[in-house]
């Protein structure tokens, strides 16, 4: 059975930074893209940003990019993402997700896998 399981959430002030991670098992890591989503309250889940399975290129929104960096091991199953310069609007429930191939688009209907998501807090 497949498990991803987010951690690293909290309550950080604006400007500060937070840094996630997924582990992941039960599943052949090296053969999946992963992804960051969240989720604000009252609004839809979103992509954050995308990490390929081997050459671990990356892609992000752009509401994030050059703040947020997604990084992952394979050796141990893991991706992370960091979190700068945190603004109030990143408050959500950050997840992550696999995707079975090379790369993963921002379509949550491409993602085969989801954790249960850690929560992040930014206060101003």
């Known amino acids: 059975q497949v498990h991803l399981v987010e951690s690293g959430g909290g309550l950080v002030q604006a400007g500060g930074s937070l840094s996630l991670s997924c582990a992941a098992s039960g599943l052949t890591f090296s053969y999946y893209a992963m992804a960051w989503f969240r989720q604000a309250p009252g609004k839809e889940r979103e992509f954050v940003g995308s990490i390929t399975r081997s050459d671990f290129a990356t892609s992000y929104s752009d509401s994030v990019k050059g703040r947020f960096t997604i990084s992952r091991n394979n050796a141990k ?17 950050y997840y992550c997700a696999a995707a079975i191939g ?23």
């Open 77 to 93: 199953s893991t991706v992370s993402l960091l979190m700068n310069s945190l603004k109030p609007e990143d408050t959500a429930l």
């Open 102 to 124: 090379y790369s993963g688009t921002n379509d949550t209907r491409q993602y085969l896998h989801w954790g249960q998501g850690t929560q992040v807090t930014v206060s101003s």
